[in-house]
């Protein structure tokens, strides 16, 4: 009997056990992974916004057609004004209807689908009747959502319109051929909005409204798009800062000079450019900044050999400078570069496109306390203090990389944009040789630079007198 309950207690032990056995504990979902994919592109969307109005009329459904009227005017405002409102959006659905019927769900889906979906969650709030009122005219207030276009998030950035260039001729020496000077204009304006938009610092607003916009936009307005899309009538944007140049000069002109002993000509080419450039204030029309810019050619030395040059090449490479030139001073005047990122030596720049250039060195300062004028409590901006040199290692369309040189001062203690990019330093990063303590700890053996001997002065003999001159006369064909 003994062995069987002790059998029993053992078996029942076992059971218990297993009951209270906690189940496995289930893994836990593994995370999504995180999409690092671009964005689509912000070009703005339509929206709905809800408005309340009140309308007048003869009838009951005259005052909601007011009504309505007015619900689309204060939404989109000038967007619509210069059409017939009631006509476009078919508001006349309300004629001829009575209070009860404006108030039915029925109506509410008649005005959705006659507006084009212009107006949405129709709501009569209230209707006044002429006895009401004291006078002889309905007064109607409605509810409703309105569609709107709302723009992309690109047009909360400075914006910014490229004005004309201007020159002071009409053509343009360009080796042995003349450019039109109203050519070379148009490609500068286009290359200056092309790397200012590239900055991303801008909302560069396109002025010459080429006809395909147009059509668009008679499409919309002639009613063969949907109704909604009228939103996106007169919403040109108007500019906060416009940018203008004048060419006084950009040339690459030939000299000749005929010989005297010969039919032969001595040629040779020069040149450069100059621009004068403004950025004005829209609003107020005060000149935020103008500055005087320049740049020259490479020359070529005289010779009879009548070799030319490439023309193009050289306006190319013109105009290349000169867009660098103007895209850095707008931008140092608006937003300059700063460090955003620092790690050692390593940083990353506020800019990226054509603000900077590959393998390029430039001068970075440190930022101090403000000035202010004394006397007009003014800002005169910060104290600079050179700090080191940057090397630009990659440059992407929104930022740049590169490292620090030639550190001078303390990086640890700087506030955000603490540290800003200056001029370009002429030479690009060239690599600079070790120092001598270097090469012996890497087991090297310093060899100090070569000191030319110097040779014992010598008297010279006289020069004995000559019949021929020391340099080559004029006449002569290889001067």
């Keep these: 009997m003994r062995p069987l309950l002790c059998m029993t207690a053992v078996a029942s032990a076992v059971l218990l056990a297993a009951c209270n056995k906690a189940e496995p504990e289930k893994a836990a979902p593994a995370p999504?992974?995180?999409?690092?994919?671009?964005?689509?592109?912000?070009?703005?969307?339509?929206?709905?916004?809800?408005?309340?109005?009140?309308?007048?009329?003869?009838?009951?459904?005259?005052?909601?057609?007011?009504?309505?009227?007015?619900?689309?005017?204060?939404?989109?405002?000038?967007?619509?004004?210069?059409?017939?409102?009631?006509?476009?959006?078919?508001?006349?659905?309300?004629?001829?209807?009575?209070?009860?019927?404006?108030?039915?769900?029925?109506?509410?889906?008649?005005?959705?689908?006659?507006?084009?979906?212009?107006?949405?969650?129709?709501?009569?709030?209230?209707?006044?009747?002429?006895?009401?009122?004291?006078?002889?005219?309905?007064?109607?207030?409605?509810?409703?959502?309105?569609?709107?276009?709302?723009?992309?998030?690109?047009?909360?950035?400075?914006?910014?319109?490229?004005?004309?260039?201007?020159?002071?001729?009409?053509?343009?020496?360009?080796?042995?051929?003349?450019?039109p000077s109203a050519e070379v204009g148009a490609t500068l304006r286009q290359r200056i909005s092309d790397a200012l938009v590239q900055t991303g610092r801008f909302a560069v607003l396109d002025r010459e409204f080429s006809p395909d916009i147009q059509g668009e936009l008679d499409m919309i307005s002639s009613g063969q798009a949907p109704s909604a899309e009228l939103a996106k009538l007169s919403q040109a944007a108007s500019a906060d800062l416009v940018w203008s140049g004048r060419v006084s000069n950009l040339a690459y002109n030939r000299h000749a000079r005929q010989l005297k002993t010969s039919d032969r000509e001595l040629v040779s080419y020069s040149g450069g450019w100059a621009l004068t450039e403004k950025l004005v204030n829209v609003a107020t029309r005060q000149v935020m900044a103008s500055d005087s810019l320049r740049g020259n050619a490479p020359s070529t030395e005289a010779t009879t050999l009548g070799r030319g040059v490439d023309g193009g090449k050289v306006l190319e490479d013109m105009s290349t400078d000169l867009v660098n030139q103007v895209v850095t001073s707008v931008l140092r005047r608006t937003f300059p570069v700063t460090v955003v990122s620092r790690d050692g030596t390593n940083v990353v720049l506020s800019q990226g496109g054509q603000a900077l250039k590959e393998g390029a060195r430039y001068a970075m300062v440190t930022m101090g306390a403000e000035m202010k004028d004394p006397q007009t409590g003014q800002s005169l901006g910060r104290v600079e203090s050179p700090c080191c040199e940057l090397v630009i290692e990659r440059v992407t369309p929104n930022l740049s990389y590169g490292r620090l040189e030639n550190v001078r001062s303390n990086l640890e203690q700087l506030p955000q944009g603490g540290l800003q990019l200056r001029a370009e330093l002429k030479g690009g990063a060239v690599a600079k040789a070790q120092p001598a303590e270097a090469v012996a700890a890497a087991g090297g053996t310093a060899v100090p630079p070569a000191v030319p001997a110097q040779r014992p002065a010598q008297a010279r003999p006289a020069a004995a007198p000559s019949a021929t001159p020391a340099t080559p006369s004029k006449s002569d064909d290889k001067w």
């Design 32 to 179: 999504a992974p995180m999409s690092v994919a671009a964005p689509a592109p912000d070009v703005g969307k339509l929206a709905n916004v809800q408005t309340t109005a009140q309308g007048y009329g003869a009838s009951a459904g005259e005052a909601v057609a007011e009504a309505m009227k007015l619900a689309i005017l204060q939404v989109n405002g000038a967007a619509v004004q210069s059409a017939s409102v009631s006509v476009k959006f078919g508001l006349d659905v309300s004629l001829g209807q009575d209070a009860a019927s404006l108030r039915g769900s029925a109506f509410a889906d008649a005005v959705t689908q006659r507006s084009g979906g212009v107006i949405q969650n129709f709501k009569l709030v209230e209707m006044k009747e002429p006895g009401v009122l004291g006078g002889k005219q309905y007064k109607a207030t409605i509810e409703a959502r309105i569609a709107k276009f709302q723009p992309s998030a690109e047009m909360q950035k400075v914006k910014l319109v490229i004005g004309q260039i201007r020159f002071d001729s009409a053509s343009l020496p360009m080796g042995d051929r003349s450019v």
